[in-house]
């Protein structure tokens, strides 16, 4: 790459009027393309069109040249890293980005903080130390994709787009959470070692695939249905909302994962025992969080209604709500091709009610059922 | 203005799921959350003489009630929300009363166990847009407390 200059000749011709124009008369790039605005505007899918919605499966630049543009062959290489589109497509990834754009929300203006009722002390501290471990894991599912977005070939750029919102999501998670941690008199509560491997596990993946499995499918769908669960355990209304807002995002990542999963796998089966050492790993280590107290134990008290009623009752709701994130976790693979029935790395004893967990996925069961 | 104009159409109708999509129309919260894309079907399961369902689609900022379906398949539903007449009954009281769902009777609550609702699709990935539009899905039930009000603010200027 040559360094720039400034062209003082280029400089004075075009002071006396006489310009280039050669962007304008050796236009390589399609004129006369008009996108059509759908119902709710003009969204990517709509301007997917000609050459322009022609995204290669292995671009020969890496560029930050807009795809479908005229590209100078002066133009620098950057050293993209990620450019085979299948390490980051998936078919739903224009509609996801499209979504999330339409439904970003505010943690300082959507929530009606000044609802929150005094709670007694005990449901406080279990709300408080959910908000500090939600508070503490949502940020990893920022910094990740941030850590791979800019090695990521721009002519992927509908997939690098909708992964800068899944960066602005997960920042209102984590505020959202420390806001309510701090709003109500209760403050932050424990941060848990376990927690934190997992998170350093996803963080340290080699590879944006071996992240991706770990954090947009298991990780996300985990805390989706932790999403859920907090929404029903949740004491008022206010904290009802904030979960439900959540989940709206957290599905948006968990289906642009699941769906990226089934386009790499696609394109690629023999990468199969790959993905399935990746979750095996990740399920070993996601297991304990079903033994920490930090995470179970709050979730039984809000349930409950209170310590003395969670001591009497123990972790039946617990359960359910475990049973439900397994078997949610394992449609989820089902769907992107990836069976881990029979495979799973999770304790027998931690798989109570979770249907057909052990054996051959039929492909097709109704879903959302606890067995 | 006459009595039938303000009475609240019977649950579970065409006319109930009709005027609950009207009412959710007119919502502005309901445009602020965003726009959505989801086809669900609510299912009462153990209705009298056999299941009943009825479709509800949304669309962009838009949401239209399908009616009763004759046959769930051809409404090629994202997800249907099945369970007993009696919960469901519960559920639309229960707005009724407080104005929006209280905290054991939002969708979320009633659906989280697979008990005593449950969310069905052949695709987990289309069952997942029913969480993707979660608080868009709870308004437009919550919807079902301005019913009656707005149908009476119809007939008014009708009348």
């Given at each position: 790459?040559?360094?720039?200059?400034?062209?003082?000749?280029?400089?004075?011709?075009?002071?006396?009027?006489?310009?280039?124009?050669?962007?304008?008369?050796?236009?390589?790039?399609?004129?006369?393309?008009?996108?059509?605005?759908?119902?709710?505007?003009?969204?990517?899918?709509?301007?997917?069109?000609?050459?322009?919605?022609?995204?290669?499966?292995?671009?020969?630049?890496?560029?930050?040249?807009?795809r479908g543009s005229d590209i100078p062959a002066d133009v620098p290489d950057m050293g993209y890293t990620i450019n085979r589109k299948a390490e980051v497509w998936s078919d739903n990834v224009m509609e996801l980005?499209?979504?999330?754009?339409?439904?970003?929300?505010?943690?300082?203006?959507?929530?009606?903080?000044?609802?929150?009722?005094?709670?007694?002390?005990?449901?406080?501290?279990?709300?408080?130390?959910?908000?500090?471990?939600?508070?503490?894991?949502?940020?990893?599912?920022?910094?990740?994709?941030?850590?791979?977005?800019?090695?990521?070939?721009?002519?992927?750029?509908?997939?690098?787009?909708?992964?800068?919102?899944?960066?602005?999501?997960?920042?209102?998670?984590?505020?959202?959470?420390?806001?309510?941690?701090?709003?109500?008199?209760?403050?932050?509560?424990?941060?848990?070692?376990?927690?934190?491997?997992?998170?350093?596990?996803?963080?340290?993946?080699?590879?944006?695939?071996?992240?991706?499995?770990?954090?947009?499918?298991?990780?996300?769908?985990?805390?989706?249905?932790?999403?859920?669960?907090?929404?029903?355990?949740?004491?008022?209304?206010?904290?009802?909302?904030?979960?439900?807002?959540?989940?709206?995002?957290?599905?948006?990542?968990?289906?642009?994962?699941?769906?990226?999963?089934?386009?790499?796998?696609?394109?690629?089966?023999?990468?199969?025992?790959?993905?399935?050492?990746?979750?095996?790993?990740?399920?070993?280590?996601?297991?304990?969080?079903?033994?920490?107290?930090?995470?179970?134990?709050?979730?039984?008290?809000?349930?409950?209604?209170?310590?003395?009623?969670?001591?009497?009752?123990?972790?039946?709701?617990?359960?359910?709500?475990?049973?439900?994130?397994?078997?949610?976790?394992?449609?989820?693979?089902?769907?992107?091709?990836?069976?881990?029935?029979?495979?799973?790395?999770?304790?027998?004893?931690?798989?109570?009610?979770?249907?057909?967990?052990?054996?051959?996925?039929?492909?097709?069961?109704?879903?959302?059922?606890?067995? | 203005?006459?009595?039938?104009?303000?009475?609240?159409?019977?649950?579970?109708?065409?006319?109930?799921?009709?005027?609950?999509?009207?009412?959710?129309?007119?919502?502005?919260?309901?445009?602020?959350?965003?726009?959505?894309?989801?086809?669900?079907?609510?299912?009462?399961?153990?209705?009298?003489?056999?299941?009943?369902?009825?479709?509800?689609?949304?669309?962009?900022?838009?949401?239209?009630?399908?009616?009763?379906?004759?046959?769930?398949?051809?409404?090629?539903?994202?997800?249907?929300?099945?369970?007993?007449?009696?919960?469901?009954?519960?559920?639309?009281?229960?707005?009724v009363e407080h104005g929006m769902a209280d905290g054991a009777h939002t969708l979320n609550a009633l659906t989280i166990a697979g008990l005593p609702l449950a969310i069905v699709s052949s695709d987990p990935v289309?069952?997942?847009?029913?969480?993707?539009?979660?608080?868009?899905?709870?308004?437009?039930?919550?919807?079902?407390?301005?019913?009656?009000?707005?149908?009476?603010?119809?007939?008014?200027?009708?009348?």
């Amino acid at each position: 790459m040559g360094a720039a200059t400034i062209d003082l000749e280029y400089m004075e011709r075009a002071s006396q009027g006489r310009f280039d124009l050669g962007w304008l008369r050796d236009v390589r790039s399609q004129w006369g393309v008009r996108a059509k605005p759908s119902r709710v505007g003009l969204t990517l899918r709509d301007i997917a069109v000609g050459s322009y919605g022609e995204v290669p499966d292995n671009p020969p630049l890496r560029t930050m040249a807009p795809r479908g543009s005229d590209i100078p062959a002066d133009v620098p290489d950057m050293g993209y890293t990620i450019n085979r589109k299948a390490e980051v497509w998936s078919d739903n990834v224009m509609e996801l980005y499209e979504e999330a754009v339409s439904r970003q929300w505010s943690a300082t203006r959507d929530i009606p903080w000044s609802d929150l009722p005094e709670l007694p002390d005990d449901l406080e501290h279990a709300m408080c130390q959910l908000a500090t471990v939600l508070s503490e894991v949502e940020m990893v599912a920022a910094d990740f994709p941030a850590k791979w977005l800019w090695r990521i070939n721009h002519d992927f750029v509908e997939a690098k787009m909708f992964l800068c919102t899944q960066v602005m999501d997960e920042a209102r998670h984590t505020e959202v959470f420390r806001k309510r941690a701090l709003a109500n008199g209760g403050g932050l509560g424990r941060a848990s070692a376990v927690v934190e491997q997992f998170l350093k596990l996803i963080l340290d993946a080699e590879t944006y695939d071996e992240g991706s499995a770990l954090m947009h499918l298991l990780g996300e769908g985990i805390v989706l249905s932790l999403f859920r669960a907090g929404e029903l355990l949740s004491p008022s209304p206010v904290e009802k909302k904030i979960f439900r807002l959540c989940m709206q995002d957290e599905a948006r990542h968990v289906a642009y994962g699941t769906m990226h999963l089934r386009y790499r796998l696609e394109r690629d089966p023999s990468m199969a025992p790959d993905f399935h050492a990746y979750l095996d790993k990740g399920e070993e280590l996601i297991s304990v969080l079903f033994t920490t107290p930090e995470v179970v134990e709050p979730t039984a008290i809000l349930a409950a209604g209170g310590v003395k009623q969670a001591e009497e009752l123990g972790l039946a709701a617990a359960e359910i709500l475990r049973a439900q994130v397994i078997e949610e976790y394992l449609e989820r693979c089902d769907r992107a091709g990836l069976s881990r029935r029979g495979r799973l790395c999770i304790p027998e004893s931690l798989l109570v009610g979770v249907s057909n967990a052990k054996g051959a996925s039929d492909g097709a069961a109704e879903v959302n059922r606890v067995a | 203005m006459s009595r039938e104009a303000v009475m609240t159409p019977p649950f579970p109708s065409s006319e109930w799921f009709g005027a609950l999509a009207a009412c959710a129309s007119e919502s502005l919260d309901f445009e602020r959350l965003g726009f959505a894309d989801l086809r669900l079907a609510f299912e009462m399961s153990d209705a009298p003489g056999g299941p009943r369902s009825f479709g509800v689609v949304l669309d962009g900022y838009d949401v239209t009630s399908e009616g009763e379906l004759d046959a769930a398949a051809s409404f090629d539903a994202d997800a249907t929300i099945r369970g007993p007449l009696a919960t469901w009954e519960e559920m639309v009281s229960n707005i009724v009363e407080h104005g929006m769902a209280d905290g054991a009777h939002t969708l979320n609550a009633l659906t989280i166990a697979g008990l005593p609702l449950a969310i069905v699709s052949s695709d987990p990935v289309r069952r997942d847009r029913v969480y993707r539009f979660a608080e868009t899905v709870q308004q437009l039930l919550d919807s079902a407390a301005g019913i009656q009000h707005r149908r009476a603010q119809v007939a008014e200027a009708i009348s």
